[in-house]
């Protein structure tokens, strides 16, 4: 009898281990627990810690409540401006209602997968190639917004998407690559000539203080060949200028005034006139303009006394 009460006491015992074994279950503390009792969904939801359930009556379903990352594959699409690009992407949610999760989708994660793949080729189609490369930011909230519609009944919401790279064809890479030279370019040329603009005012300026001040430029001229000096390994070719000419000609005192000699001069037969030293010593007409003239023999007028004309034989003799 002892021994029938014992080996039944026993039997019970391993009994209520296997059934404890077989009806303790342990929530994770990111993990809520969901109990299905002859299929149909309890209303409670077991916490996170040790629960129980009825074996082979209940079945519990757990499901995580972290963020997912989900990455979306490569897309390829046609932008609004007809260019080919090849867009992918990366959606992070989570679920907030674990019923809906279970309950309202069959699986939440390829549900959520297949929606961003097919609103990431929405976008693609809706958007320039400017605003895929420039302006990501309201791209990203666009799409989050059409991921998350749907699937708020599903119990999950959409904590961010990003899309994460945009590949274009080699074609167009140039294209854009000699696009961006030519703007460099571009902005290069604006920038050199700004500059030559303000060193022509400022040597402008220069000139008219140099202009007022000429030895400025020597000084200048100075400061130049110190500097070209400095190097040592160039030939110095050093010009005169003409300023400096200048400056000294207006810095020297005027040369004295020195009386010009007459030089004498051979005088020329008479019949051929008086020659060039008899020319130089004449009278200027202005001081015979006050002179009485002579009279036709030859006399003094006024008590002058001319010379009167040789007879014709000292003229002959002249001739001979």
Known sequence: MVEELLT??????????VYVGAAARV????ERGLVFRFGRLREEVRGPGFTTIVPFVERLRKVNMQIVTLPVPAQEGI??????VRVDAVVYFKV??????????EDYRFAVSQMAQTSLRSIIGKSDLDDLLSNREMLNQGLELMIDSPAVGWGVQIDRVEIKDVSLPETMKRSMARQAEADRERRARVINADAELQASHKLAEAAEVMSEQPAALQLRLLHTIVAVAAEKNSTLVLPFPVELLRFLERA??????????????PAGPASEGPGPAEVDAAPPPDALEGAPAPDALGGPVDGLMLDAPPPEEEREGLRD
Not at 79 to 84: A, E, H, Q
Request: glycine share 2%; hydrophobic share 50%.
């Open 79 to 84: 932008t609004r401006d007809n260019v080919t």
């Open 8 to 17: 039944a006491a026993i039997a019970t015992g391993v009994a209520a281990v």
């Open 96 to 105: 907030v209602d674990p019923a809906s999760a279970i309950v309202a989708v």
């Open 252 to 265: 020297a005192p005027p040369p004295a005034a020195t009386p010009a000699r007459e030089k004498p001069a």
């Open 27 to 30: 929530v994770k503390q990111y």
